[in-house]
């Protein structure tokens, strides 16, 4: 029992650390944030908004939240982000209302460096809709749009689009199965 109490305290004092962090960043998060495990690793000369009771698990690993002062990264209400993800934006990347993002999973939409000679680097915004599920060790690649309630199994790497209210899985990541989901169903 003391030891919930003194855990749930310490969680308090991530969260309060967190807004403190947040808010010297030019952040205002949103009300309710709850943080677990200690304090997520955040670097924000772009632009980071939270939404209203988003979750934050950085234990065993801490959640990584960077930008460059072009980019973006906005958390809906309610998304839950766990130990170990890594989100990058360059551009922008918007993740809907009470998404779930698994245990490392990766979101970078820049390549960071060209691929050929004398080609530059092309940012492209990523785009989560609402109530998505992300599984451990994805990766999402830049450019890419998945639609609401869909799923993406654990390992997979998407490379394209996904339409909303289907399940892909795999590398390169590819339609499984169809999603049975009313527009107000919400994952727990």
Known sequence: MALQFLSAQLDHLYARLTVMR?????????????VRGGVPYLRNPGSLVIGNNVR???EPTRIRLATVPQGAIILGDEV???????????ARIDVGGGSRIGDNVAMFDTSFHPVH???SVRPR????GRNV???RNAIILPGVSIGDHSVVAAGSVVFDDIPARQVWRGNPAAF???????DDFRRS
């Open 22 to 34: 947040l808010r010297a960043q030019g952040c205002q998060p949103g009300r309710g944030l709850r």
């Open 56 to 58: 934050l698990r950085n």
């Open 80 to 90: 839950s982000l766990n130990t170990g993800v890594h989100i990058f934006s360059a």
């Open 117 to 119: 000679e004398g080609r």
């Open 125 to 128: 915004p990523i785009t989560i």
């Open 133 to 135: 599920w992300i599984g």
């Open 176 to 182: 499984v199965k169809h999603v049975r989901a009313t």
